[in-house]
């Protein structure tokens, strides 16, 4: 048994990485001449394209598992059944779950492996290739820093502080504005609730502004609302910051702890959290569904069919946990429910298909 096991597994190993790799090749391909003319356009350095490529790949690597694990499933399968292998494997007494075995231990491991780059290295290499792109090739200014809750922009004659940064909304918190006199002296404070971008720039909600005289306090005032000439873009606070995207779980937890501290509304942030948990373990539920597919078609499955399969089943299972997470992040679902659905509606219908099986 062990070298049925052995042979199984170096089967599907191989078609996994031919799968797997022909997935980064052509999202890499169709990603590079989708950006290749604006990055030219910037007057891009080769080396700064080619490092920005690489550190995309481990996300690539991330988003193309799932969709791998399910052709080479198929496809494994499919090829041992074609070549009546499977069917001299069922003739000697081994059962269907002995076959399957090492295709689905290998599928949880590279679950396991996912989610582990998704927490160690993809909120390192997003945060360089943001840099890569926006600093290095678009020649965006790196003149603020970004940390998870404390945000500062200096530009010409003015200084701004933040509480945070609410991508999704584009808007800051808890702002503080200083405008200064020679580049050093401050002649006026401004504090408001809020700071909203609209067509016209930056709007203060709330605010109060204090004029200052020689270090004295000479007249305050309030607005509901007060327009102000910064030049500060949603995009320039993404450079280095701490977006979503990344931030390690243990960092969204503590987001989201400041964020629910701070009096605002933590669910969409939960809602990824969540689903860092739950979209590396699609691998092993892709496998688990790929394998009643597969041993259902019998010898006239073919590669063009499997292939076909896998497409549909990967686009579906995308479009579905897309929408339900899309219903946590605004509070239709709980946030862990809506991250975890999907793969439990997609391990429910495997879990059919296996039992009505014609074994």
Excluded at 149 to 172: K, M, V
Aim: net charge positive; with cysteine.
């Amino acid at each position: 048994m062990r070298i049925l096991t052995r042979y199984v597994a170096q089967a599907y190993l191989k078609m996994l990485g031919l799968c797997l790799g022909a997935f980064i090749a052509i999202y890499l391909v169709v990603d590079f001449m989708e950006k290749i003319a604006r990055f030219t356009r910037h007057g891009a350095h080769w080396y700064h394209i080619a490092a920005f490529f690489i550190a995309k790949t481990p996300e690539v690597v991330s988003q193309a598992a799932p969709l791998a694990v399910l052709m080479a499933t198929l496809l494994t399968l499919g090829t041992l059944s074609m070549n009546s292998e499977l069917t001299a494997m069922r003739s000697c007494g081994v059962s269907l779950w002995r076959i399957s075995a090492p295709i689905l231990c290998i599928a949880f491991l590279v679950s396991l492996t996912s989610l582990f780059v998704g927490e160690l290295v993809l909120p390192r290499s997003y945060a360089e290739r943001t840099y890569i792109q926006e600093v290095l090739i678009e020649k965006k200014s790196p003149s603020m820093y970004f940390r998870q809750h404390n945000i500062w922009h200096r530009e010409e004659g003015a200084i701004l502080r933040a509480s945070l940064f609410d991508p999704s909304s584009q808007s800051l918190k808890g702002v503080t504005l200083w405008q200064l006199k020679d580049g050093s002296e401050p002649v006026q404070r401004t504090d408001a609730d809020s700071g909203v971008l609209g067509a016209s720039g930056w709007t203060l909600v709330n605010a109060q502004v204090r004029d200052f005289q020689g270090g004295e306090v000479t007249q305050t005032r309030r607005f509901p609302s007060l327009k102000v000439p910064l030049k500060l873009k949603p995009d320039d606070l993404k450079v280095l910051g701490k977006y979503s995207d990344s931030m390690t779980i243990i960092e969204l937890r503590r987001y989201c702890d400041k964020l629910k501290a701070g009096g605002y509304d933590p669910t969409r942030y939960l809602a990824q959290m969540h689903s860092r948990f739950s979209l590396p373990f699609g691998c092993a539920i892709m496998s688990f569904l790929g394998i009643p597919f597969a041993l259902r078609g019998g010898r006239t499955s073919g590669i063009a069919v499997g292939i076909g399969l896998s497409l549909g089943i990967g686009f579906l299972y995308v479009i579905v946990n897309s929408v339900i997470i899309s219903f946590g992040q605004v509070g239709l679902l709980p946030p862990m429910v809506a991250a975890w659905a999907t793969n439990f509606i997609f391990l429910l219908v495997g879990a059919w298909l296996s039992l009505t099986l014609d074994r």
